[in-house]
């Protein structure tokens, strides 16, 4: 393996034949790794804006576009993404843009300067600074500034735990590097031990094949470790792989072996926060061990809570988690649930990660997440991955019976205001970016598609609507932060849904044909929808109006099954 070089250093000298990048049939060295640092470095001294939104897609050009900012003295915020919601989010803390970023940003980009060469010296590890933001179980994102020596203290305390057993390994993940995760990772770390990143991998086929080419480590989520196909031949990647790294949520026990079994090594999961960096580790060898800190990491437990002090932070005080846990009595502790998680349902406390350790301890369910739902009043709500045996009992007796007797299996230990009153059933947990379960996605499966019809007429050929089109309906999602309007799509699938209950139409969707869109629907609007059945013509006549005038018609034919 090269030698260690630390980060304050990586862009300063090339070193020869060191590789920071492999894929696609390319190998790219460190040294040009250094010459399009200096692009980039050239590229940002020639504006005056000093903190730029950040998001490159290709790893080795993002960790070179960040080294120049850094070298020219700016400071890069991270983006999770390149949506415009998110870039909307961010436009208001930055000066400009760069990388992946749509035309309408005006992005800079590192070829502006490609000549460029610069005798730089080593970064100051205490002006340095990065932002990155919480995925947060709200959904909502809060930036967190870190400096380089953060970073750096943290990739240090990771060599030092893991790296003997990694040797050259390739780096592969399914992570993105614009998450701080990813970012240690899958950059900052392999740039420091001399090992190679590969592409982002983002189907289990790919990984397959990759991993069997050389050895590598796999830097993944428990969200993608918990879809390991078993049709799939692993045996080609077991005598490559040389650890499996999963951060950014709890490894199930089924999970955690089945990455074992079929990859050949235990999962090693990452403990921390975007706030506090890596805490603690522990490896799975048939049950899960206790947590045990990363060099440099101090902690203590201090009214049933964890708390912690490390060079990851970003003063030398204690920070206190939201995380319940105990010493193991052997230097490491074991977390026993989130202490911010009990909610007042009509004035009764109710521990939200206690229903869910119920819920999973039965048969029939595999995973589970319970949510508080806002409303009129709150209540309880249960999002939960059947097991196979709870597969078949759904398929069997349907979800409302099903979900009566998850309820009943609570009855002992919670009354019916502290249960569940809304469930829903889903073959997997809905996962952003970073692999975790936020609230607000949760909270989506609660919301209506569609609203309630109240209808004016239904007749053989002919039927009438009145919708309400409120602001909680799903279809509103997304389209557009500034101001929300009903997707045409939408139009169309509430045309055809509504058709169908009131006319017996055939099975088969043919074509569209002359759809119309005049006005947009916005919440709030109650819109009246027409709806006749040609049967000679095979057509379904539709229309939307409400006191504005018109807003959408078209026509849509249908067939039997061919």
């Known amino acids: 393996m090269a030698e260690w070089l630390p980060l304050d250093r990586a862009a300063v000298a090339p070193i020869a034949g060191r590789l920071v990048a492999v894929g696609g049939g390319e190998r790219r060295d460190h040294a040009e790794w250094c010459r399009r640092v200096d692009a980039w470095q050239a590229a940002f001294s020639a504006r005056a804006g000093l903190r730029w939104a950040l998001y490159r897609e290709d790893a080795f050009d993002f960790s070179a576009c960040l080294y120049g900012a850094w070298h020219a003295g700016k400071t890069v915020y991270l983006c999770g993404d390149n949506l415009p919601q998110t870039l909307d989010a961010v436009s208001g803390h930055v000066d400009g843009f760069v990388g992946d970023m749509p035309a309408d940003r005006s992005p800079l980009h590192g070829s502006e300067a490609e000549d460029a060469t610069f005798a730089r010296t080593p970064l100051d590890e205490h002006a340095a600074r990065l932002v990155v933001f919480t995925s947060g179980s709200s959904g909502e994102p809060a930036a967190i500034d870190k400096r380089l020596a953060q970073l750096a203290r943290e990739v240090e305390a990771l060599e030092a735990s893991f790296g003997p057993g990694l040797g050259d390994a390739i780096v592969h993940g399914t992570v993105s590097h614009q998450h701080i995760y990813g970012l240690l990772f899958r950059a900052l770390w392999p740039l420091a031990a001399g090992r190679a990143v590969a592409p982002r991998l983002f189907f289990p086929e790919e990984m397959q094949a990759e991993l069997a080419k050389a050895p590598s480590v796999l830097v993944a989520s428990p969200a993608h470790l ?61 049950h899960a061990n206790a947590w045990r800190a990363l060099p440099g990491v101090e902690w203590r437990v201090a009214d049933g809570q964890l708390e912690v002090a490390s060079p990851h932070l970003a003063d030398g005080n204690w920070w206190r988690s939201e995380d319940r846990a105990e010493a193991d009595g052997e230097g490491g502790f074991r977390l026993l649930g989130r202490a911010d998680r009990i909610v007042k349902i009509e004035e009764r406390r109710v521990s939200l990660t206690a229903l869910e350790r119920q819920l999973q301890a039965l048969d029939e369910v595999a995973e589970a997440r319970v949510l508080v739902l806002q409303g009129a009043r709150s209540l309880l709500a249960a999002v939960v991955v059947p097991s196979e045996k709870g597969r078949v009992r759904l398929d069997e007796s349907g979800a409302a019976k099903f979900s ?91 045309a055809i849904r509504f058709g169908r209950e009131a006319f017996a139409l055939p099975p088969r969707f043919l074509r569209m044909e002359a759809l119309k869109f005049q006005q947009v629907l916005r919440p709030g609007t109650r819109v009246n929808l027409s709806l006749e059945w040609l049967p000679e013509k095979g057509a379904l006549q539709f229309r939307y109006r409400s006191e504005a005038g018109a807003h959408a018609s078209g026509r849509v034919l249908f067939g039997e099954t061919p």
């Open 226 to 286: 918990k879809r390991l196909p078993e049709t799939l031949d692993w045996s080609g990647a077991r005598p490559m792989l040389r650890a499996v790294f999963s951060s950014g949520g709890a490894l199930p026990a089924d999970a955690a072996a089945n990455v074992q079994r079929l990859l050949g090594v235990p999962a090693t999961e990452i403990y921390g926060s975007s706030e506090t960096g890596g805490i603690a580790w522990r490896r799975w060898d048939g």
């Open 404 to 494: 009566r007797r998850l309820n009943a299996a609570l009855a002992d230990s919670h009354d019916a205001v502290a249960r569940p009153h809304r469930w829903r059933f889903v073959e997997t947990m809905p996962v952003n970016a970073q692999g975790k379960s936020t609230i607000a996605a949760l909270a989506a499966l609660f919301r209506p598609e569609r609203p309630e019809p109240q209808w004016l007429r239904r007749e053989a050929e002919q039927a009438e609507l009145e919708l309400e089109l409120s602001p909680t309906l799903a279809a509103f999602d997304g389209h557009f932060p500034q101001a929300a309007i009903l997707p045409g799509v939408a139009q169309l699938d509430w």
